[in-house]
């Protein structure tokens, strides 16, 4: 058997995230897809799932880690094209919708009531399969790991059954101005329907420059903090390869989490790399985390549109609070995080930076 490998595209979501892992070996390799960025970012990111090889478009797994645009508008896209047209076959998705917010006491918003409207016509029997189609959530499944092919094993580290349920309000106002009850999937199925930037014909084409401005507005404004902290989190291991994949979790409850695993600030979680939560914003990195985590890489996906990540604070405490020298790995060159270059490159500088080529983005790390 060949070598096996385990490598992670940061794929070009704009200020979102789209994260494109292979693992297996050369003779068979193995795919999970975590999030599908805004739907501007649909054209580049649906461009490499396209590039799967004919007849072989099998995912082990595809994750919508929580409900904000940036993460779940791309995934809306292509569930909103007919079966037969997907890009990729997933064998499970993992999202938590209204009817599992509903069961932590069960999530925000009409792309939600979309996506899960989708999934529950298209591939239903896929949906959080492992979890017997109950919420992805912490404390269910022993160990909270589950196990994909070839022995990817996954540990979830967020959300927990509070961090859910604090999402029901968000998602109840943002459908009270739809006019969709939740869980009405039929309703949300309706609108869908009329919503036609999700499913423009058979031209696939849609760019920024096409969106009408009630999506627009759609795209902004909402208040996402809840919705971050339901964000479907885990731990990916492979063949002595791991990576914590944080989506937009909460440090709170991924700290938690690792402790209840047994995790502490002398025996921390050892892993290769560390994909900082919520874009590398300030708010989702806590001292706490950088000590209960000892990664080699730090990964951050996003352009810096909108919200200016990764935040100088949070590139900061990583470079101080790392155990080893890190490597920070970003998928875009950009305003906000091209000044670190520079600094990598000071004699004596305790990290190194990896930015795409330029005039390129999105990026792959090998682990
Ligand atoms: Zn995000």
Known sequence: MSKPFFRIEMLPAKHGDALWIEYGTEELTRRILIDGGPINAWPE?????????????????????????????????LMAEPFQRWPIDPAEIWFNGWRHIDEATDLGGREGE????????????????????????????????????DGM?????SPNAQSLAKLRKDW???????QID??????????????????????????????????RSLLK?????????????????FAGKSCLFLADAHAKVVCESLRDQGYTKAKPLKVDALK???????NNITPELLELVNARHYLVSTNGDKFGHPNREAIEAVIQGSRRKPTLWFNYRSDHNIAWKAE???????????????????IVVKL
């Open 45 to 77: 990111v649906s461009a490499r799932l396209e590039r799967l090889p004919a007849g072989d478009l099998g995912v082990e797994l595809a994750v919508i880690s929580h409900v904000d645009t940036d993460h779940i508008e791309g995934l809306v896209r």
């Open 153 to 157: 094993r996954l540990t979830l580290v």
């Open 114 to 149: 979309f996506l899960s409207a989708l999934i529950h016509r298209r591939a239903f029997e896929r949906w959080n399969a492992s979890f017997d189609g109950k919420a992805v959530c912490t404390g269910k499944l022993p160990g909270d790991a589950v196990e994909l092919a």
């Open 182 to 215: 939740p869980g009405d999937l039929d309703a949300a199925w309706a609108q869908l329907v009329e919503e036609n930037k999700f499913h423009p014909d058979a031209e696939l084409t849609l760019g920024p420059d096409d969106l009408s401005d009630t999506l």
């Open 221 to 237: 404004g909402q208040d996402s903090g809840d919705a971050n902290g339901s964000s479907i989190a885990f731990l990916a291991e």
């Open 276 to 282: 900082l939560a919520h874009h590398g914003s300030k």
């Open 172 to 178: 109840e106002k943002n459908l009270d101005k739809w």
């Open 344 to 362: 990598s490159l000071k004699p004596g500088a305790a990290f190194s930076t990896r930015y795409p080529a330029k005039g390129r983005s999105g």
